[in-house]
């Protein structure tokens, strides 16, 4: 998804004089999307195909751990960049 969407901007700002800062605004919010839908996937997969997995627990916790600093860090990406954008107006 990164590789995609790195190969993305290279074309935007190859193509149109000064699309690069939008095209890369759009992978910083989409990614942390990408990333919680990952985890909604991993979710579901480790709940419905480990019935005899003994670290199913485990798994699980490991999995809200990797998700919930997901979450923070798209939270505190997201307030930087409204700072970050704030400062140059």
Do not use: N
């Amino acid at each position: 998804m990164a590789l995609v969407m790195g190969v993305a901007v290279i074309i935007g700002t190859d193509q149109h004089e000064g699309a690069g800062s939008g095209a890369i605004l759009l992978i910083l919010i989409f990614l942390p999307v990408g990333q919680l839908i990952a985890s909604i996937l991993t979710l579901f997969c480790i709940a419905s195909w480990s019935a005899g997995f003994p670290q199913k627990r485990t798994s699980l916790l490991e999995l809200g751990r990797i998700t919930l600093y997901s979450i923070l860090g798209a939270l505190v990406g997201g307030i930087g960049m409204v700072f970050g954008f704030g400062l140059f107006k």
